[in-house]
Nanobody, 126 residues
Framework: QVELVESGGGLVQAGGSLRLSCTAS????????MGWFRQAPGKEREFAAAITSGGVTIAYADSVKGRFTISRDIAKNTVYLQMNSLKLEDTAVYYC???????????????????WGQGTQVTVSS
């Protein structure tokens, strides 16, 4: 079982930035589609962004498009989510996930992802 570990969450004021990181200690994250999801209190987990193998294709939820950037660093075996212009409604637990069945196309539903991290809390204050 691959263990995904997220980091980089925290408390930030509206308009600020954070960069989340996702890494795995046991094997490479450079092969399959990697995604970021988020879950706000009382809401279902939702898709935020995903990136295919080699970064060929990237997808964003409309709510984060233009503000968030997903990327992957092969050498560091890490996937990032750069979050800029943060809003109050971005407050959530952010999860990194791997879709072991896809390399070149992106799924946007929770059920399509197989391996999940424990999540990192992002809180945006006014």
């Amino acid at each position: 079982q691959v263990e995904l570990v997220e980091s980089g969450g925290g408390l930030v004021q509206a308009g600020g930035s954070l960069r989340l990181s996702c890494t795995a200690s046991k094997r490479t994250l450079n092969t399959n589609v990697m995604g970021w999801f988020r879950q706000a209190p009382g809401k279902e987990r939702e898709f935020a962004a995903a990136i295919t193998s080699g970064g060929v294709t990237i997808a964003y939820a409309d709510s984060v498009k233009g503000r968030f950037t997903i990327s992957r660093d092969i050498a560091k075996n890490t996937v990032y989510l750069q979050m800029n212009s943060l809003k109050l409604e971005d407050t959530a637990v952010y999860y990194c996930a791997e879709d072991i069945h896809r390399r070149w196309t992106i799924a946007r539903t929770v059920e399509e992802y197989d391996t999940w991290g424990q999540g990192t809390q992002v809180t945006v204050s006014s």
